[in-house]
């Protein structure tokens, strides 16, 4: 049955149930009913025995004269099987009839039949029914052996066998055709679910198995298979997601290695120039490198996201750092690019790698949108009890639709002015996602044609702060 489906396989059991059962009832119905019918037979036997007694007494109370011998032959004339009917004395002796040669179908009972007793024998061929009591007739202690015959019963049960024989067919015809409805009808929630997860892929993993109201098992593992689509479906999200991620940083520092070759390949530079160029294409594929591990970590972990390492950083080398790694890039467009720090060093709580992401998306998208001899500004300054980062660009700006759509994941604008092809709308999104994950608010204002101006809010950390930092560190 391995190779069998299950529809089958429930067919075949139900057959074979059924089959049993039937068998079953069968069976015990025939033995129900021999039984029913040799019970009443007894107690046919034991109402003649009653009718004999009773006309005996009569006779004796009328005074009949006629002998026991001519009595019991007048009774056995007038009375339905009277020829299975014989009297015996307490030593056997054969009372009536006197002149009978069937004695093969009465029997001695070691207890002289004092109770009852029952005998199922064969006489001429056919099954007879002999019951034995014992008797006081004339003040002598006899038995009484009257024997009925079970032709009748045995015909009956015969009748009843062949229906059961003859019934039997049809019933398992009957049971194998239900087993099918019934497994067809109880595998049908189970075949559309195979069809629709056969027609699922890696495209459409939104669609969901449908789940039959039924409350069973069938129900259970529909829900049980849609939650884990739920999880398929996040984890290849996840996975989509990192890899776009993960084109976005690389590209970046491709593009920041390719301008630097460009220009110094576009002019002459002293040697020491061209040393400062290659030791920053050299800083640049470190910083490449340094990505494709974390990457690769990121890939072989479980749910494809970055676990943020809060530690004291610098804000202030950060954004110089960041300003320095596309300054290049800015002024292959003939963009000045600038920056404004604090007098003392700002430090955060933050994960150093992340927060070079967020700067360098945030000034390689105002190098982007900022057309030929524009600016570009990046200051640091503190406000209250935060640290802030500003990106301003006299750029070509934004409008408040798109300003408000800015940060959406994979959302492109329609902005014509731009210089180069549209990206693949990330940066923005990886941005907004690097702040809420150090608790930071990033914000821009914009006015078309004019520029945009981005902000970081970083919480100000504390000299305290630091202190603790660093002892819990050492």
Known sequence: MGALSIRAKLTLWYLLLTSAGAMLFGITSYGVLRHALIKEKKTHLRGREERLKRLLSDNKAQRITASLNEQLRNYALVTHEGNLFQLRGRHDEQIFPVESSHEAWAFSDPGNCRQEVFRLLTLDGGP????????????????????????????????????????????????????????????????RMTRTAVSMGIGNLSARLPVPA????????????????????????????????????????ITVMLATAQLSLSRPHTEQEYRNDLERIVTECRTASTLLDTLLLLARSENFTHE??????????????????????????????????????????????LVQRLLGILL????????????????????????????????????NEVRERIFERFYQADLRERKTQAGCGLGLSIARWIADAHRAELTVTSVPLRGSVFKVRFALMTGEQRARSQEHAS
């Open 364 to 399: 390689e998208n105002a190098i982007k949108y900022t057309p030929e001899h524009g600016q570009i500004h990046a200051q640091v300054e503190i406000i209250g009890a935060e640290a802030v980062v500003a990106v301003c660009d006299t750029g070509i700006g934004m409008s």
């Open 128 to 191: 007879v029914l002999v019951m034995c009591s014992a008797t006081d007739i004339d003040g002598m202690e006899d038995r009484i052996f009257l024997g009925g015959s079970l032709d009748q019963e045995f015909h009956i049960l015969l009748i009843y066998r062949s229906v059961l024989f003859f019934l039997l067919p049809g019933l398992l015809i009957l049971a194998s055709l239900c087993g099918y409805f019934l497994s067809r009808r109880a595998m049908a929630p189970v075949d």
């Open 308 to 353: 943020v390492s809060l530690q004291p950083i610098d804000l202030c080398e950060l954004v110089v750092t960041a300003c320095r790694r596309v300054e290049d890039l800015a002024e292959s467009d003939d963009i000045m690019l600038d920056w404004d720090l604090f007098a003392e060093p700002v430090f955060i709580e933050g994960d150093k790698l």
């Open 214 to 253: 039924t409350r069973d098992e069938v129900q259970q593992l529909a829900e049980a298979w849609n939650q884990l689509l739920g999880r398929l479906e996040a984890a290849v999200l996840r996975l989509s997601q990192f890899s776009a991620d993960a084109s976005h940083d690389l590209r970046t520092s």
